[in-house]
């Protein structure tokens, strides 16, 4: 069974720019849910959707956006980027249902801005 | 506000060293208590999951266990494979299952 697939696996930007970062979840997975990882800060949760839904948002400012397609997939999107954006980009999937809420991490985006 | 403690920040052993790692909590309404491992560079890897007080999973030479303030993970004669950084994780106590709150992890060095 495929785990969750994020690309791209590194990428470096330019301050002001926008970026988009994209999730495959586990095949039968519905909920996904975005991590931000920094050495400072540790993991810090961003959103998570559902049946292309926001769910729950953490706080960050606006610039980060996402969303969920019909697939199940999603992307994520940081615009007007900044330094302190640099960091790991983690996304996860949850089987759901129940008690059965474990996430299931794909290995990241390693984003830089310069 | 959710908070998970995570000590000590770094662990060194030697090969067949046992250890234990402290994970304590401050969430009301305790939905679960996950345990991740993480290599460098890559995404957390689960490893466990404790829903009540007094529960206790093992895996190879890992053990973790669950009191109603804290959760220990309990390495066995470790070895230098077993070298990462250790994440505990909670759920939201505003209700949702799927937005977690994580320590800041145990960084476990295992030498030869």
């Known amino acids: 069974k495929a785990g969750v697939t994020q690309t791209p696996r590194y990428l470096i930007k330019t301050r002001g720019q926008q970026v988009t970062l994209s999730c495959s979840p586990i095949s039968g997975h519905r909920s996904v849910s975005w991590y931000q990882q920094t050495p400072g800060q540790g993991l810090q949760f961003l959103f998570e959707?559902?049946?292309?839904?926001?769910?729950n948002k953490g706080n960050f400012p606006g610039r980060f956006s996402g969303r969920q397609f019909s697939n199940s997939r999603s992307e994520m999107n940081v615009s007007t980027l900044e330094l302190g954006d640099s960091a790991l980009y983690l996304c996860?999937?949850?089987?759901?249902?129940?008690?059965?809420?474990?996430?299931?991490f794909g290995q990241g985006t390693r984003l830089t801005v310069v | 506000e959710d908070q998970v403690t995570q000590s000590p920040e770094a662990l060194r052993l030697q090969e067949g060293e046992s250890s234990s790692l402290n994970c304590s909590y401050t969430v009301s309404g305790l939905r679960g208590l996950f345990w991740y491992r993480q290599d460098p560079g890559k995404g957390p890897e689960f490893l466990f999951t404790l829903y009540s007080a007094g529960e206790e999973k093992e895996k190879e030479r890992l053990k973790a266990t669950l009191t109603k303030k804290e959760s220990f993970l309990h390495i066995t004669a470790p070895k230098p494979e077993d070298s990462a950084t250790y994440l505990c994780a909670v759920p939201d106590s505003g209700g949702s299952n799927y937005k977690l709150t994580f320590g800041k992890g145990t960084l476990l060095t295992v030498n030869p």
């Open positions: 959707y559902f049946s292309e839904t926001q769910r």
């Open positions: 996860a999937s949850h089987r759901g249902g129940g008690l059965n809420t474990e996430a299931f």
